[in-house]
């Protein structure tokens, strides 16, 4: 291993920092994009369906909670974004119905 391998390493601490400004960042940045959502026509969430739309790499669909608590990225959402398996993805749920038992 050489000296420039060593300063290209992660330390799992300096990993889960960086793990952590990401998704804080990402939270932002969902918080103010449905910020404008919400602001949009006065009716709440009635411009949701364009999400897809607005920014390249993000797919919105609808998906049964399985399960456990599981939910699947349909193949289709996952081949155009490139997602695979073991891949980190961010979610946000908005619930759109609930079971009746």
Do not use: C, H, Y
């Not at 999400?51 to 193949?75: C, E, H, N, W, Y």
Request: a negative charge; zero cysteines.
């Amino acid at each position: 291993m050489t000296d420039e391998d060593d300063a290209t390493m992660w330390t799992p601490a300096a990993f889960a920092r960086q793990f952590q400004e990401s998704s804080e960042d990402a939270a932002e940045r969902q918080m103010e994009l449905f910020q404008q959502f919400a602001g949009a026509g006065g009716s709440g969430f009635d411009g949701f369906s364009g999400l897809g739309s607005m920014s390249m790499g993000t797919a919105v669909f609808k998906t049964r909670v399985q399960s456990g608590g599981r939910i699947s990225i349909p193949d289709a959402e996952r081949e155009a974004l490139g997602i695979d398996e073991g891949d980190i993805v961010q979610t946000v749920v908005i619930p759109l119905k609930q079971n009746e038992d």
